[in-house]
């Protein structure tokens, strides 16, 4: 789990075509461990269920219990003994359920890469992935360790799990060796654990493991222990005190019996007996049951809850220092706004998640007016996004993966009612160009069953503005005059003012020739 000099990768890079060979990449693996981060120790079932009686709390009553029964008082000591089991198989139950889940979790992000090994394309496990090794990465695609591009088109990636910034990086290849000694730098970088959301790229891996910067972050983590909550504090010290009044009514009350004549062994007993008395038996059992209904919440809400005095902890929060609204939000772009053939809309979603047009006050579908519907479906088909769930029960449940921008074109026109596979089937993709920083838009050549040839653009709006010369209005084309040039371009101002990102969408036919 190292990382390599930057001497090293400058070797790979001159030998990279070909990638490692199998026996290179044994012999590194022996050397640098296999490329996973190190995992937290679990304890085992019986040191979680021994945990669950170790608060100062639980220790009263289970020494409660254990003198109502010395005393004959075995109604009462049942009773604090069933509280007490009560209490630790909740929180022993919750632990153990939150383990599977998140085992469940893990096992299903079995992530694989794909490298170059002696000379040729090969998928592996990306645990198997070693410094030196020569990945190959593509829209879809999780980076499986730290590496330094070596070829970079259009290549964006999606790394807010490490910075919290909602928007794709753009990634290119530099030229190592005319760098300085710090050449390596995040521009020509891709970390473990980011999405590729556009583009391509091969990349020669630097670091694996626990010396990624991903591993990093998860060596703090670790590192950081874990700390007893405001509730666990608060509970810890009310065992104190009721061992304090406990211990002085058993004093007192002895003291008092002696003084009066009465038997010294007798006094102790009745004190004793009184002190137990004066414990809260059932308030470790509300605490626990009253956790447990917070962590069937959050778990409704799809955060999983590993120890259960973390969830009072969540409520003590009130205070939430961030240094970019993408750590706060959802991390998802949505469509709201929308200006076609001449006339805005407002893009919303009904009850039942359908988007709908709003144009003046008015309430319209989304497929009525036909430029928007066209606007949509250009959004749909100019991408590249994938939909991991297509059977899923409703659209809302939809997991569309890609870029933050297409998922939200994507998403609009699903909700208008489109049906992505239905697009991708009619209109069949021959010829892309991609988008790059110069060009400024993405272009898709695509054909449909009668043959005819649409070429589909989508960016800038001024890039793709400059390119027309028709305008779609209601159903029909017709010449875009400079009064139609004037007012898109004020209507893109009105929406960049308003803090929207901005693109702009055309259409035309193309000649076989052409092509």
Request: charged share 25%; aromatic share 4%; net charge neutral.
């Amino acid at each position: 789990m190292e990382a390599l000099e930057r001497s090293v990768v400058l070797d790979e890079i001159s030998k990279s075509v070909h990638g490692l060979t199998e026996a290179d990449a044994a012999e590194k693996l022996e050397v640098y461990g296999k490329n996973a981060l190190k995992s937290v120790k679990r304890n085992t079932w019986i040191k979680t269920l021994i945990s669950q009686f170790t608060d100062l709390m639980i220790i009263i009553l289970i020494v409660s219990s254990i003198i109502s029964f010395f005393l004959g008082e075995n109604s009462e000591g049942i009773a604090i003994l069933a509280i007490i089991v009560l209490n630790g198989l909740l929180g022993f139950i919750q632990e153990m359920r939150t383990e599977k889940a998140l085992e469940a979790l893990m096992s299903m992000a079995a992530p694989r890469a794909r490298v170059m090994r002696d000379g040729s394309v090969k998928d592996i496990p990306a645990d198997m992935v070693v410094p030196g090794d020569l990945i190959l990465l593509e829209a879809g695609d999780r980076v499986p360790a730290d590496a330094v591009l070596t070829e970079a088109n259009s290549l964006f990636c999606d790394e807010s799990m490490l910075t919290g910034e909602s928007v794709p990086v753009s990634k290119e290849r530099i030229d190592l060796r005319r760098q300085n000694p710090n050449g390596v730098s995040g521009k020509n970088m891709v970390y473990m654990g980011s999405m590729v959301t556009n583009g391509t790229g091969k990349a020669i891996v630097q670091a694996t493991g626990m010396k990624t910067e991903m591993g990093r972050i998860a060596g703090m983590i670790e590192t950081a222990g874990v700390q007893e909550t405001p509730l666990q504090k608060k509970l810890e010290r009310l065992g104190e005190i009721i061992v304090t009044i406990c211990l002085i009514i058993c004093a007192v009350v002895s003291i008092m019996g002696v003084l009066r004549g009465e038997p010294l062994v007798q006094m102790l007993l009745s004190g004793i007996s009184l002190a137990v008395a004066a414990v809260p038996e059932g308030l470790p059992a509300v605490v626990t049951i009253a956790l447990a209904i917070g962590v069937r919440r959050m778990v409704q809400r799809n955060a999983l809850i590993r120890r259960l005095p973390a969830v009072e902890t969540l409520g003590c929060a009130t205070v939430i220092c961030s240094d970019k609204t993408g750590t706060l939000t959802e991390n998802r772009m949505t469509v709201v706004s929308a200006y076609a053939g001449r006339n805005s809309y407002t893009l919303e979603k009904n009850a039942s998640g359908r988007l709908r047009a709003i144009n003046k006050g008015r309430e319209m579908d989304p497929d009525r007016p036909f430029p928007l519907k066209l606007l949509l479906k250009i959004g749909m088909i100019c991408g590249n996004t994938r939909i991991i769930n297509p059977g899923a029960e409703n659209i809302n449940s939809l997991d569309i993966e890609g870029d933050p921008t297409e998922v939200a074109l994507v998403r609009a026109a699903i909700d208008s009612g489109l049906d992505k596979r239905s697009v991708d089937s009619y209109y069949r993709r021959i010829r892309e160009i991609p988008f790059n920083s110069d060009r400024k838009m993405m272009s898709v050549v695509c054909r449909i069953p009668t043959g005819e040839l649409f070429l589909f653009s989508k960016g800038a709006p001024e890039v793709i503005l400059e390119k027309c010369s028709r305008i779609l209005i209601g159903e029909h084309e017709r010449e875009m005059s400079p009064e139609d040039r004037k007012a898109i371009m004020e209507k893109c101002r009105s929406m960049t003012s308003e803090a929207l990102r901005v693109m702009g969408f055309a259409y035309r036919t193309v000649e076989r020739s052409r092509l």
